[in-house]
């Protein structure tokens, strides 16, 4: 049976949950800058810019869209709320999170670490590590 490498997956779960608000910040960004160009042909020596943003925009939006979409197919609901309101929603404590949903710290990093794992399981953005055991032949 594959064990997962609880500790290394929680880090490749986080690292990308981090990363939401500023893909989501980008994400809406690039809709403004988009939509305003004017037409006319610019040079650039890193490229075409708008293109470029065109690209960023595309990557970020399919990336957030991806991440919501695995937050909302985890099956527990108390695992969907914390990662919704701690990564999703910029500006909001843990503090904030666990005294809302009537938690004590502890309680709340341990759900925490298991929604990480199942958000895990459940986005294909995120790198699942198993644990290498070694068969023994008798």
């Known amino acids: 049976m594959l064990e997962i ?11 990308l949950l981090k990363d939401y608000v500023v893909m989501h910040r980008l994400e809406q960004r690039s809709i403004l800058s988009a939509d305003s160009n004017d037409g006319s042909i610019k040079g650039s020596p890193e490229g075409n810019p ?19 979409e695995a937050i909302d197919n985890i099956g527990n609901e108390r695992y969907r709320i914390i990662l919704h309101d701690k990564y999703l929603i910029d500006g909001i404590s843990d503090t904030e999170i666990y005294t809302n949903m009537h938690f004590g710290k502890t309680t709340f990093y341990n759900i925490l670490k298991k929604a990480l794992i199942a958000f895990a399981q459940t986005c ?11 068969l023994s032949v008798n």
Do not use: F, P
């Not at 290394?8 to 779960?13: L, P, R, S």
């Open 5 to 15: 490498d609880v500790k290394q997956t929680k880090e490749n779960a986080e690292k």
């Open 50 to 68: 708008t293109e470029n943003s065109m690209i960023q925009y595309i990557g970020a939006k399919s990336k957030c869209s991806k991440i919501r």
């Open 124 to 134: 294909y953005l995120v790198q699942v590590v198993y644990l290498k055991h070694e």
